[in-house]
C-alpha cells in the first residue's frame, strides 16, 4: 500500500483548522481511509492509503478531501483555465513506442519549501504508481521562466515546443544534477538517473525528448534539463508529460493540476498538435487543449445505495452526501430514483456504481452505521468448498509443507515467461490471460492462471533461508472462458513444491498419493509434455478420465530462472477433484 509523508502543519493550514491536534486529525485522516503509520524523523505523518485514491498522493489532495469531510468546500470543484499561449507541437519523429504528450501551464504559483517538497512526492508517486514506474507515463515540471518558445507564424503569437525523436547520440543538454553536456547516450551510461531508468528507452531506434528555441530542455521518461529546474523562485511553471496511453497521462496531469490550484496556481491550457488525425498518436484528431478537465457521469440507483450500506436515506440526503464526497449529482423520479452522478476530472478510481456508493457510506460516516441481524431464518455455516479447503490444508501441513497466502494477481513475465509456456496452449497453466485493464503495478497485470508461479516466486526471494523449503498454497486461479457468464473461469487450486537436494519426483507424487488417499480420491498419473518440467519427469494428474493436474521435476531452465540451485519438484491439483 502506497505510503505519503504529510506534513501536519501544511494540513491545518490547507483545511484552514489551525486549531486541530495531531490525535483529532489521525482521527479525521482514519475516517477518510487512511491509516497513520508512523512519523518521519522530521515529524511529517506517513499515512497509508488505499491505491485507488491517488488524488490523495499528496497534502493538497488529502487537504482537499478533508474540507469535503469537514463540510467547508461542497460538490465537484473545477479550476478555470485561462486561454493558451503555448503549443505542443509532435513531431512525426518522436519513437512509435512513445508517442503521446500532454501538459498545461500554471502561472503564479507559491512554490515555499514545503509545497516544492509535496509537488516533488506527489510527481515521484504518481511514477511508481498509475505511471508504473515512469513506464507508461513520466511527468517533467520546468520553470517557464528559463523556457523560449518557437513562434509558430507570423500570424500567431502562441509559443512553441516540440516533442520529438532524436539519436541516441544527438544534441547535447545538461542533466540535472549534472555540469557537464552530455548526449542522451551518455546520460543513460553516466549519469545516476539516467542509469536507473535506462531500461525504459534503450531499445529504442530514436530516443524522446522535447525542445524550445534554444535547445533540447528534457529527455523524457529520464530526466529533465538544469536549465529549466523549478526552485522556490519560481513562480510559472511548465508541465509537460508523456507516455504510452493518452487517457493515463492526461489524469496524470490533473492530479498535478489540481495540486498547485491548491497552492494558489492559475491554469492555461495548452494546444497538442499532432502530425495526423487518423495516425497512431490521437484517438481525439489531430489537435487537442489540455488539460481535460471534463467531468465523468456514472449513475447509481437509490436501492442500490440503500440495500449496500443498510440505512434509509431521502433522496435530498444522497445529493448532499454525494455532494460532501466532492461529487454533483441529480436524480430522477421513475420505478426507481436514479441518480446522475459528476465525477472531477482527478478522481480516477470512480469505475462503477459501488465506487460511488463507497463515497455515499463514507460521507454518512462507517461509524455511525448500526449493526443489525439479518432478516432471514436460516442458520450460517461453512460452504462445503471451505470445508474441503480447510481439510486439504489440513493434510498438507501434516505432510510437512508450509502453507502461505500469496496475492491472486502477478505478471505475465511472471505466469508465463519465467514458467516456459505459453498462453492460450494446452498446458496446465496456459489458459488465455484474464488481463487487469488499467493496472497500477507492472507486477500485477492478470490475475494468475495457476499457483505454481506464486510459489516459485516465494522460493526465489528465499534463497538465503535454511533448506529442505515444502511449500503449498490453496489459492484463486483464474482464465478466459467464453462459455462462462463473465467470460472468466475461476477455480481454488492446490500448489505445493519441494525444494531439496535431493527433491525427485517421487517425492512430490508421494505427497499427491496421500493427499488424495486422505479424501478417498483414486488418481493416475500418465506420462506427458510440459514446458515447467523436465521431460521424462512428469506426469498428468487424472481424476475419473479428467486431467485435473500435473506433477514432476521442475525444468532446470525455471530453477536457473528463479536463481535456485537446488531441484525442485511440484504438483498442482484442482481442488475441486478432492470433493468426490
Not at 537436494?501 to 509434455?529: M, N, S, W
Amino acid at each position: 500500500m502506497p505510503v505519503v509523508d504529510v506534513n501536519p502543519d501544511e494540513l491545518r493550514r490547507l483545511t484552514g483548522k489551525e486549531d486541530k491536534s495531531d490525535a483529532e486529525l489521525k482521527n479525521d485522516l482514519f475516517n477518510l481511509g487512511l491509516e497513520y503509520e508512523g512519523e518521519t524523523e522530521d515529524g511529517e505523518m506517513q499515512l497509508e492509503f488505499a491505491p485507488d485514491r491517488l488524488d490523495r498522493l499528496s497534502v493538497e489532495g488529502v487537504a482537499r478531501s478533508l474540507r469535503y469531510q469537514y463540510g467547508d468546500d461542497r460538490g465537484v470543484y473545477v479550476p478555470n483555465t485561462n486561454d493558451a499561449d503555448w503549443v505542443f507541437e509532435v513531431d512525426e519523429s518522436v519513437p512509435d513506442e512513445r508517442p503521446y504528450v500532454t501538459g498545461a501551464i500554471v502561472r503564479g504559483v507559491n512554490l515555499t519549501d514545503d509545497a516544492l517538497d509535496s509537488i516533488i512526492q506527489l510527481q515521484e508517486k504518481l511514477h511508481a504508481t498509475m505511471g508504473r514506474k515512469r513506464a507508461k507515463g513520466a511527468i517533467g515540471i520546468h520553470d517557464l521562466t528559463m523556457l523560449k518558445g518557437e513562434v509558430l507564424s507570423e500570424s500567431s503569437t502562441a509559443n512553441s515546443i516540440t516533442y520529438k525523436g532524436i539519436e541516441p547520440d544527438g544534441d547535447r543538454f545538461v542533466a540535472l544534477d549534472s555540469d557537464a553536456e552530455l548526449t542522451p547516450a551518455d546520460v543513460l551510461a553516466q549519469h545516476d538517473t539516467g542509469k536507473k531508468y535506462a531500461d525504459l528507452v534503450s531499445e529504442y531506434e530514436r530516443y524522446p525528448a522535447i525542445y524550445d528555441e534554444i535547445g533540447l530542455f528534457s529527455f523524457p521518461p529520464v530526466i529533465n534539463g538544469r536549465r529549466t529546474e523549478v526552485t522556490t523562485d519560481s513562480r510559472d511553471l511548465l508541465i509537460e508529460l508523456t507516455g504510452t496511453d493518452q487517457w493515463t497521462i492526461d489524469h496524470m496531469c490533473n492530479i498535478i493540476c489540481y495540486a498547485l490550484d491548491a497552492r494558489g496556481g492559475t491554469i492555461e491550457d495548452v494546444e497538442v498538435h499532432y502530425p495526423h488525425a487518423d495516425g497512431p498518436y490521437s484517438e481525439s484528431g489531430a489537435e487537442l487543449l489540455r488539460p481535460d478537465f471534463e467531468l465523468n457521469e456514472k449513475s447509481v440507483t437509490h436501492d442500490a445505495i440503500e440495500g449496500m450500506l443498510g440505512i434509509e436515506l431521502s433522496s435530498d440526503d444522497v445529493v448532499d452526501l454525494f455532494e460532501r464526497s466532492g461529487l454533483d449529482a441529480t436524480y430522477t423520479l421513475g420505478k426507481d430514483v436514479t441518480y446522475t452522478v459528476s465525477v472531477p476530472p482527478y478522481r480516477v478510481d470512480v469505475l462503477h456504481a459501488y465506487d460511488l456508493i463507497d463515497d455515499v457510506g463514507r460521507a454518512y460516516g462507517f461509524n455511525e452505521l448500526e449493526p443489525t441481524y439479518p432478516d432471514v431464518g436460516t442458520v450460517g455455516g461453512r460452504h462445503e468448498r471451505t470445508r474441503i479447503e480447510d481439510a486439504a490444508r489440513a493434510s498438507l501441513v501434516g505432510l510437512g509443507f508450509e502453507d502461505l497466502l500469496n496475492f491472486h494477481m502477478i505478471s505475465a513475465e511472471e505466469n508465463y515467461d519465467r514458467m516456459r509456456i505459453e498462453p492460450g496452449t494446452d498446458s496446465l497453466g496456459a489458459g488465455e490471460p484474464v488481463v487487469i485493464t488499467g493496472p497500477y503495478s507492472e507486477d500485477y497485470t492478470q490475475l494468475r492462471s495457476w499457483v505454481l508461479p506464486s510459489l516459485m516466486m516465494v522460493l526465489e526471494n528465499n534463497t538465503h533461508r535454511s533448506y529442505p523449503q515444502d511449500l503449498t498454497e490453496i489459492g484463486l486461479a483464474a482464465k478466459v472462458d467464453t462459455d462462462e457468464n463473465t467470460n472468466v473461469s475461476e477455480h481454488r487450486s492446490i500448489g505445493a513444491v519441494l525444494a531439496r537436494h535431493d527433491a525427485t519426483y517421487e517425492d512430490a507424487k508421494a505427497r499427491l498419493q496421500a493427499l488424495c488417499d486422505d479424501f478417498g480420491v483414486a488418481i493416475e498419473t500418465p506420462a506427458i509434455e510440459h514446458p515447467s518440467f523436465i521431460p521424462g519427469r512428469v506426469a498428468s494428474i487424472v481424476v475419473d478420465g479428467a486431467q485435473v493436474g500435473v506433477v514432476g521435476e521442475i525444468h532446470p531452465a525455471v530453477l536457473v530462472e528463479h536463481d535456485l540451485e537446488l531441484p525442485v519438484s511440484a504438483f498442482e491439483l484442482d481442488l475441486a477433484a478432492l470433493n468426490k
